[in-house]
């Protein structure tokens, strides 16, 4: 394994600790969903480490060493660059953990929310396909395919949830134009001018 990508993903992991510590307010309790997803940013530095110093090798082949430790680099390299783009682009900060009864003061719907609703969470989950490319395992395979599923989960909550708030009408729209995790492809021009094209 190479040291320098271990540091690099290892530093990624510590930026979502300083994301919650000093960007997220504090409010209520965390709930047993919250632990649920936060378990998994705990563990997976772990087993990296783990790995690591007991010198596992990873399940894909040595030919392949190469292009991942590159490919990880990449994945945590935007991650780290798109978590502190959305830490800036907020006027408000945002919860920790989301009580019920967390009503938002506005809709963002700029900086990295032009392209995607849940940038923090897209974040996360390059920083799991990057720990995923620096050491192909079940083990990393399974974190990334729970993250994916817990933040899924998450975000459809959120969504429903501010779907219904006083901002409802305004975010339905916003829903109808973004991504969720990945920017939404627009429609090619072709299709457009059909839906737009009189009846002959």
């Known amino acids: 394994m190479a040291e320098p990508v271990l540091l690099l993903i290892l530093l990624d992991f510590a930026s979502v600790g300083l994301l919650g510590a000093a960007f997220f307010r504090r409010g209520g309790r965390p709930g047993l969903k919250w632990w649920a997803t936060v378990l998994p940013i705990m563990l997976c530095p772990v087993l990296l480490v783990a790995a690591y110093a007991a010198g596992l090798t990873p399940l894909t082949p040595a ?9 990880a680099v990449v994945l945590s ?3 780290i660059a798109l978590m502190f783009y959305t830490w ?7 919860y920790l953990w989301h009580q019920t009864g967390d009503a938002p003061q506005e809709i963002v719907t700029y900086g990295a929310y032009r392209w995607i609703r849940h940038p923090f969470y897209t974040a996360y989950l390059l920083l799991f396909l990057a720990a995923a490319a620096f050491f ?5 395979f399974g974190l990334v395919a ?6 899924t989960l998450t975000a459809a909550g959120e ?3 501010l779907s219904a708030s006083a901002f409802g009408a305004e975010y339905r729209r916003y829903l109808a134009s973004t991504g969720r995790f990945v920017p939404r492809l627009p429609a090619r021009p072709g299709i457009r001018r059909a839906t737009h094209e009189e009846p002959t």
């Open 63 to 71: 030919r392949w060493a190469g292009p991942a430790q590159q490919a």
């Open 77 to 79: 390299a935007a991650s």
């Open 88 to 94: 800036g682009t907020h006027r408000v900060r945002l």
């Open 136 to 140: 192909p395992s079940w083990g990393t």
């Open 146 to 151: 729970y993250m994916l599923l817990a933040l």
């Open 159 to 161: 969504e429903k949830r």
